[in-house]
């Protein structure tokens, strides 16, 4: 793939920040966005701006239709195998909130345990931590190796069958790791028990195959992957979401409203409660299309290559650490690091400075911090129009930022 040809296609990479061209390392925060994608949300906009589902009129009918097309276009870009199957929400964020307290919750009882890994974003801990709450169960936190990555051996080892629930994410937002979690539900399987994936770091940077993975949920965020903010999936298993009951209530999820009581829809719309963001969803659908030609296995190797670029040029910088597995083929685009001596926001604002954006914090996962024994990290993030020259200037940027605070000590 070109990347040079799709740079073109994001206008935001032509800026200049701090008297510097922009080079924008926060993939994992948040994608840019093709004129495609925006051209589809003002189109919709523009021309066909209606409520669905509930109009007979041209427009509303307009909107339902493309609206719709969009979840028969999420269905095939994750191979679900039925658009029942394909939730629309707000967010990785909402979409576990939902198997937790929609799903989750009726499943558990005191002493049952849900397991998680130290490396989870926030998302992915506290809705296990309020069922865990609510129900009496437990959170156990998985093993990891040195280096970040799942100690298999001594998960498979010590499953049991009072774990009920695994929640793990595909990708760890801070780390890179990639885990192999289609083996992580092979396990779950064999006790009739569930896993719920955060695949919010993957979906935007490799092939998604929820039928082969077997996940029982699959959840992921647009705004990752070159569409809006506040437009997720929820994939789950049709058998898991007819028993699921939707947390939200309203117009739209409803078949027949009584008096009294009340019948749901059928799925997907059981759990799609009030006027949806059409605008969203027509723009993941367009996302998906941009990503479909670029072709997810090239974003994939792009990425690994850069990656492989950088890894061994940022580790040999004198007071650099950088976290997460050595082998850029075990993880994804994303590496942080700490310089000695410099707090990380310090070292994320000096780099900005040099038109760099990268994040500084502790990325919503601060169980991780505490593994790590970090207060926080610096975290580079690339994404398929990223180069092999922004690559060099970010590390060269590094130099600079480094000398520059050894000069001041």
Known sequence: MSTINIRKDFPILDRIVNDEPLVYLDNAATTQKPKQVIEAINHYYETSNANIHRGVHTLA??????????????????????????????????????VAQGFVKNLLEEGDEIWVSPAEHHSNLVPWQQIARQTKARV??????????????????????????????????????????????KWMHAYDHYIVVDGAQSTPHMTIDVQDLDCDFFAFSGHKMLAPTGIGVLYGKQEHLEQMEPVEFGGEMIDFVYDFESTWNELPWKFEAGTPNIAGAIGLGAAISYLEAVGMDNIHQHETRLVEYVLPRLQAIEGIEVFGPTEASKRSGVISFNLNSVHPHDLATAMDMEGVAIRAGHHCAQPLMRWLDQPA???????????LEEAEFFINTVKKVKAFFEDFA
């Open 140 to 185: 156990v936190y998985m093993p990891l190796l040195a280096d970040g990555q799942l100690d298999m051996a001594t998960i498979h080892n010590t499953l049991h069958k009072k774990v009920k629930v695994m929640a793990i994410a595909q990708a760890s937002n801070v780390l890179g790791t990639i885990n192999d979690v289609k083996t992580l539900a």
């Open 377 to 387: 990290t610096a975290r580079a993030s690339f994404y398929a129009y990223n180069t």
């Open 61 to 98: 009918q307009e909107a339902t239709d493309q609206y719709e097309a969009v979840r028969e276009q999420t269905r095939r870009f994750i191979n679900a195998s039925s658009t029942k199957e394909v939730l629309f929400t707000r967010g990785t964020t909402t979409s576990l909130n939902w």
